[in-house]
């Protein structure tokens, strides 16, 4: 796959503009995790969620589990160092406990209960929930 290629193009081939993201892919995307969270008894996702909040959470994220700048860097496409970790390793910092919970919760471990992992990661999270 091409480093360039579109996440969500339009059925053409091309870029969505903004409000067609927002409301093709982001508001039924938002809506369906909504409900999940609300059928699990957990609090719905912030109501101004945006592709760039997404951006910015997840390049935090990388931080605060401990990813180095240049891995940070290359995921988010920046070029200069200072304004990767200015923007976004500012507030991250974590202790050990804190990384080990965010990395359960990144890799799904968390979520599996909420069926956004597949058939078998259910069974094995409810099989260790039983042990």
Do not use: W
């Not at 999940?36 to 910015?56: E, F, I, Q, Y």
């Not at 923007?87 to 991250?92: D, I, L, N, S």
């Not at 919970?101 to 069974?123: H, M, T």
Request: hydrophobic share 45%.
């Amino acid at each position: 796959m091409e480093s360039d290629a579109l996440v969500f193009p339009t059925r053409e081939g091309q870029h969505l503009s903004v409000g067609n993201f927002r409301n093709r892919v982001l508001a039924p995307a938002t809506k369906r995790a909504n409900e999940k969270l609300a059928a699990a008894g957990l609090p719905p996702l912030p109501d101004k969620l945006t592709p760039r909040s997404l951006r910015r959470t997840f390049a935090s994220l990388l931080y605060a589990l401990g990813e180095p700048p240049p891995v940070v860097m290359a995921e988010m496409g920046h070029t200069h160092p200072a304004l990767a970790l200015h923007v976004y390793a500012q507030a991250m910092r974590r202790g050990e406990d804190e990384r080990t919970a965010l990395r359960a919760l990144v890799e799904g471990d968390q979520l599996a209960f909420l069926g956004i992992r597949g058939a078998e990661a259910n069974e094995a999270a409810n099989e260790r929930e039983a042990a």
